[in-house]
């Protein structure tokens, strides 16, 4: 019995002391800290995070942390949404290990001026779809035709080509950038307003962007580009690896600041 008594209280010993090493051990992070990164997406002008969802879901599915912000677009000025905007990035992203962001037309410039104002250490990749970084002909085409447009929404007033616009003021960015352009309109006025291919709203000359990485073409309307699978795609390959992947449905161009 004594010695059954002393194997007992060998194995209880053990058993103790392993329960120690495991409480004085440090916790792992919990699952979301390890090595996942964050994504901010910000919509287009008249949009809301809605139209961005498609591309939440796919990026998702490929193991980033989403944050599908939402902006009030049509009803203030560009320096108040650009506040609005940074004030959602800090609240979700502040302590994210690294952040990328993904935006759609009216939501590059936006995104341009958050990291414009303030440097972030955690600042990853940006990919813009169809942005409109030398302002657009169509709006200024509202600007001239349109009665009180600039006032009912003044992003529109920003959105011009002038050099003094919202649009032409930003700075070149200092972070690795990847832009995509879409070259199928149903638009009448492409051929009368934009100075080669555009996607109906935004010509693929303005789409370009000084600095920028990497930039691609795809055959996409300005509406659909944010939808398609295959732009998703090159979406991730970009926030992975810094580049677009090369494929059949995607057209690069060299990279050049626009006119």
Same mark, same amino acid.
């Given at each position: 019995?004594?010695r ?7 194995a209880?010993?053990?058993l103790?002391?392993?329960?120690a090493l495991l409480r ?17 997406l910000?919509h ?6 809605r139209?961005m969802?498609?591309l939440?879901?796919?990026? #998702?599915r490929? &193991?980033f942390?989403?944050?599908n912000? =939402?902006?009030p677009s !049509?009803?203030?000025? $560009? %320096?108040?949404l650009v506040?609005?905007a ?7 992203c ?11 037309s009216l939501?590059?410039?936006i ?7 303030a440097p972030?250490p955690?600042?990853?990749r ?10 657009s ?7 001239a #035709?349109?009665? &009180? ?5 003044? =992003?529109?007033?920003? !959105?011009g080509?002038d $050099? %003094?616009?919202?649009?032409?003021s ?8 990847g832009?995509?352009a879409g070259?199928r309109?149903v638009n009448?006025l ?5 100075a080669?291919p555009?996607d109906?709203?935004?010509?693929v000359?303005?789409a ?8 691609l ?6 509406s659909?580009i944010?939808?398609r699978a295959d732009?998703?795609a090159?979406v991730?390959?970009f926030?992975?690896t ?5 494929? $059949?449905?995607a057209?690069?161009?060299?990279v050049?600041?626009?006119?």
């Amino acid at each position: 019995m004594k010695r059954a008594g002393g194997v007992a209280f060998l194995a209880f010993a053990s058993l103790a002391g392993l329960a120690a090493l495991l409480r004085d051990a440090p916790a792992p992070p919990p699952d979301d800290a390890r090595g996942v990164e964050d994504v901010v997406l910000l919509h287009g002008l008249g949009r809301t995070d809605r139209a961005m969802q498609p591309l939440a879901d796919a990026l #998702t599915r490929a &193991g980033f942390r989403v944050h599908n912000l =939402a902006y009030p677009s !049509l009803a203030e000025e $560009p %320096a108040e949404l650009v506040a609005i905007a940074a004030q959602q990035i800090d609240a979700c992203c502040a302590q994210a290990e690294r952040l990328h962001f993904v935006t759609h037309s009216l939501g590059g410039l936006i995104a341009r001026a958050v990291l414009a104002q303030a440097p972030r250490p955690n600042l990853g990749r940006v990919v813009m779809l169809a942005p409109p970084n030398s302002g657009s002909e169509y709006a200024d085409l509202v600007r001239a #035709t349109s009665v &009180g447009s600039a006032e009912r929404i003044p =992003a529109i007033a920003a !959105l011009g080509t002038d $050099p %003094a616009s919202f649009a032409r003021s930003l700075p070149p960015p200092s972070y690795p950038v990847g832009v995509i352009a879409g070259t199928r309109t149903v638009n009448p006025l492409d051929p009368l307003l934009l100075a080669g291919p555009g996607d109906g709203a935004v010509s693929v000359a303005s789409a370009q962007l000084a600095g920028m990485s990497d930039f691609l073409t795809v055959d996409a309307t300005h509406s659909s580009i944010r939808r398609r699978a295959d732009v998703h795609a090159q979406v991730i390959a970009f926030l992975r690896t810094g580049a677009f992947a090369r494929a $059949p449905s995607a057209t690069h161009a060299a990279v050049a600041p626009a006119p």
